[in-house]
């Protein structure tokens, strides 16, 4: 064995950095806090209701496929996709859009709704698929630590091809005239956590993510992909140690030594952290060892919180999908009060999940399992009254656009929010998602990988690179695992 590691938390980056850190030949130790592994993808089982309670996308099959593939397996080996068709529906103020699979078919809707907009569709899915390209081969897997990662000639001739200083909505503005057709093609980015006018037009590579490689969904929900990568943990001789939160990280000179675990010092020769990095940060190390003051932290652009209900609903819920977009209010106005001017929205928009009309097994028979997330502002005021004045509000609207009644018919219902992020996950300020992928918080401008005063102390997951989301915190945990071989 090269050393031992210990991993802090088992959520995506953990999972996926102790896979590739034992495939290198360490020995390591997953520390999760939890009683159960998946981090944002725990689950949550109550009275025949499976709920995912994170994560709900399944897109970029291939990063799931790439994962798998590096240590010579598939991802049927582990468990089963489904493509949904539609992809998800949209619901406007008077109507709504299903998203079809089908590349042509896609190609016709927006033809009808836009004269030219199938062929204009077409040149911006060229652009994007060559962002797509570059960006996951050459880019989401750097590790953001000198900017002579980039200095290669493939990635320097692209480099003004990939619009990253130009704003993601004016980009699609070129494009589309109908609001419709601008807001499906600026809602992936809300993935990223930010704002379309905040973000480069380079994500445009979401698109393509979302839209040509499809929207996917893995049998018994994406707790399955947890499941998955545990068991390949498993297999690679990854030690996993639930119900086991570090409560220090013990630093000699500018090594760290040890980590303290239910008031154990357990030594270690390398530390992969995949808790908030603030949280590792403030509470794990001491002053002297830290990489970045609150004034760092306090001048970053947060992506968003949430408030999410999980509902379990006694007979069948009409007009519903997979996943569903309410984008039946102002989404300047509810993005301004995310970003802008933080508040709990005025005129929410919300984003609905009912896995159960896709998989029989995450609901009793004749039942729906249905996930509701409102995104809002990471910091604000989390309390109960808020919670369920917003929970009337949104159900009244959601009753009415599927023109079927719901209330009477919860059996299950649970709410999650701000202050169940920072309890549960030590997340910095609430946030869900970690840090916005602006201009300013992309690539190397991200907090960096590796901690500058402790030389075996690595971070990984969605506050470092490359980013937010499922597939990014995978790529994060492969990130972090690399830098071992670097060694001290």
């Known amino acids: 064995m090269k050393g031992k590691v210990a991993v802090i938390g088992g959520g995506f980056s953990g999972l996926s950095a102790a896979c590739y850190a034992a495939a290198n030949g360490f020995d390591v130790t997953v520390f999760e806090k939890h009683p159960g592994l998946g981090g944002r993808a725990r ?239 403030e509470k794990l190390l001491d002053l002297s060892h830290r990489n970045y003051s609150e004034t760092y932290w306090n001048k970053r652009t947060m992506a968003p919180s949430s408030l999410i209900f999980y509902l379990g609903v006694k007979g069948r819920v009409k007009n519903l999908q997979h996943h569903n977009l309410f984008f039946d209010e102002n989404l300047a106005s509810h993005t301004a009060e995310i970003y802008d001017q933080p508040a709990w929205p005025t005129d929410p928009l919300f984003y609905v999940c009912c896995p159960s009309k896709t998989d029989a097994s995450v609901a009793p028979e004749n039942c729906e399992n249905i996930f509701i997330l409102m995104p809002l502002a990471a910091g604000l005021e989390d309390t109960h009254e808020l919670r369920n004045r917003y929970f009337e509000r949104i159900l009244d609207r959601l009753e009415s656009r599927v023109e079927d009644s719901i209330r009477h018919r919860i059996e299950v219902k649970r709410s999650y929010c701000v202050n169940d992020y920072i309890d549960d996950y030590h997340a910095y300020r609430g946030n869900a998602y970690g840090l916005a992928n602006t201009l300013r918080q992309t690539a190397n401008l991200k907090p960096k990988i590796r901690n500058k005063k402790v030389k075996n102390l690595i971070y990984t997951g969605h506050l470092t690179v490359p980013g937010p989301g499922v597939p990014p915190s995978i790529i994060s945990g492969k990130l972090a695992a690399g830098q071992l071989e670097k060694g001290l």
């Open 43 to 281: 689950q949550w089982v109550e009275k025949g209701f499976t709920f995912d309670m994170g994560p709900s996308w399944y897109w970029m099959p291939d990063v799931f496929e790439r994962f798998f593939g590096d240590f010579d397996k598939k991802v049927n080996d582990f468990y089963q996709l489904k493509r949904l068709d539609p992809g998800f529906r949209i619901y406007y103020p008077h109507d709504f859009l299903d998203i079809p699979a089908d590349h042509q078919e896609l190609f016709n809707l927006f033809e009808k709704i836009e004269k030219g907009g199938g062929e204009k569709l077409l040149h911006f899915m060229k652009d994007a698929k060559y962002k797509y390209d570059v960006g996951m081969t050459d880019l989401v897997y750097k590790p953001g630590l000198k900017w002579s990662e980039f200095f290669d000639k493939r990635l320097l001739s692209a480099i003004f091809n990939l619009s990253i200083a130009t704003p993601f909505d004016k980009y699609v503005h070129r494009y589309f005239k109908d609001e419709r057709l601008r807001q499906l093609m600026e809602f992936p980015v809300l993935f990223l956590g930010a704002a379309p006018n905040k973000t480069p037009a380079l994500y445009s590579l979401m698109n393509y993510a979302g839209l040509m490689l499809g929207t996917w969904y893995p049998a018994g929900g994406m707790h399955k992909i947890v499941e998955g990568m545990a068991r390949l943990a498993i297999e690679l001789g990854v030690n996993i140690r639930t119900g086991s939160p570090v409560e220090k990280i013990n630093v000699n000179g500018d090594v760290a030594r040890s980590v303290t675990v239910k008031e154990e010092d357990i030594a270690m020769d390398y530390i992969i952290s995949s808790a908030d990095y603030k949280f590792t940060e």
